[in-house]
C-alpha cells in the first residue's frame, strides 16, 4: 500500500478538484499527501495558494505541500 500520494497542483479550475481527490485517496489509504506546485513566479505568491490549500484540505502534521522553482513546463 502507498506511504505517500504526491500531487502536481497549478492554479487551474481543475486543481482544487484534483487535489481534494488526492486528500480523499491519502485519507483512506493513511498514506501521506504531499503537493507540489511548480512556478516561476515569486515564491510568496505561490507560498500563499500552497497556505490555502493546507487550510482548505486539513493538512496534518504528516502532509506537506512544496513549491519548486522553475518552468512548469521544463518540469
Known amino acids: 500500500m502507498p506511504r505517500t500520494i504526491v500531487c502536481g497542483v497549478d ?12 486528500r480523499w485517496l491519502a485519507n483512506r489509504l493513511k498514506a ?3 503537493l507540489v506546485h511548480v ?13 490555502s490549500v493546507r487550510v482548505q484540505l486539513g493538512f496534518g502534521s504528516r502532509d506537506d505541500a512544496r513549491v519548486v522553482d522553475g518552468s512548469p513546463v521544463a518540469s
Open 11 to 22: 492554479q487551474s479550475d481543475a486543481a482544487e478538484a484534483v487535489a481534494n481527490t488526492a
Open 32 to 34: 501521506r499527501l504531499v
Open 39 to 51: 512556478a516561476e513566479e515569486p515564491a510568496g505568491k505561490t507560498e500563499a495558494v500552497l497556505t
